[in-house]
T-cell receptor, first 111, second 116 residues
Framework: DAKTTQPPSMDCAEGRAANLPCNHS???????VYWYRQIHSQGPQYIIH???NNETNEMASLIITEDRKSSTLILPHATLRDTAVYYC????????????FGDGTTLTVKP | GAVVSQHPSRVICKSGTSVKIECRSL??????MFWYRQFPKKSLMLMAT?????????EQGVEKDKFLINHASLTLSTLTVTSAHPEDSSFYIC????????????FGPGTRLLVL
């Protein structure tokens, strides 16, 4: 799986949008971009994923650049409960597609 | 979203004993499950890929005789830490892929193992 690069930490004010970047410059054509988050002492929670089009669900939006070498996860109105470690992962969409976790971004939402 | 459960959520055992951790997909079938371990303030490290009806595939550096994996059905995988030692103390997390369609890995809540 391709390697991803994320900033180690970010702060965001409560109620504002949180934009979390991810670089995946070596992504292959059959690899999807997945985002997960992990709140302390819990298992990772799936947020969103996409191949090349922008995606939106009830939790977040995912913006993937046209060359697919980077993406941004957007939490439109961050709350204190969004404080977590956010992981960007690229993996093939098969039942054997392993998820290789990097160090992620620790997002701290402040009141 | 899909639900994956783990049991137990927390276990304390004596050095030298074996501990079994169960991972279940509750509302979907999974031919493939993954086992991770996570040390404090570190990222998840993939240990092995569990395949229903066949042998698990272990990542480099993971002892297959130490961490026994069984995936006997499409909804259950087990990880047994044999002859546990204090250095095996960690947070163990499983994940499961849906059987078909565009898959997202769904993770269990994790099992915290403390070996005394």
């Amino acid at each position: 799986d391709a390697k991803t690069t994320q900033p180690p930490s970010m702060d965001c004010a409560e109620g504002r949008a949180a934009n979390l970047p991810c670089n995946h410059s070596t992504i292959s054509g059959n690899e999807y971009v997945y985002w997960y988050r992990q709140i302390h002492s819990q298992g990772p929670q799936y947020i969103i994923h996409g191949l090349k089009n922008n995606e939106t669900n009830e939790m977040a939006s995912l913006i993937i650049t046209e060359d697919r070498k980077s993406s941004t996860l957007i939490l439109p109105h961050a709350t204190l409960r969004d404080t977590a470690v956010y992981y960007c992962i690229v993996r093939v969409d098969t039942n054997a597609g392993k998820s290789t976790f990097g160090d992620g971004t620790t997002l701290t939402v402040k009141p | 979203g899909a639900v994956v459960s783990q049991h137990p959520s927390r276990v304390i055992c004596k050095s030298g004993t074996s501990v079994k951790i169960e991972c279940r997909s509750l509302d979907f079938q999974a031919t493939t499950m993954f086992w991770y371990r996570q040390f404090p303030k570190k990222s998840l490290m993939l240990m092995a890929t569990s395949n229903e009806g066949s042998k698990a595939t272990y990542e480099q550096g993971v002892e297959k005789d130490k961490f026994l994996i069984n995936h006997a059905s499409l909804t259950l995988s087990t990880l047994t830490v044999t002859s546990a030692h204090p250095e095996d103390s960690s947070f163990y997390i499983c994940s499961a892929d849906r059987l078909a369609g565009v898959s997202a890995q769904y993770f269990g809540p994790g099992t915290r193992l403390l070996v005394l």
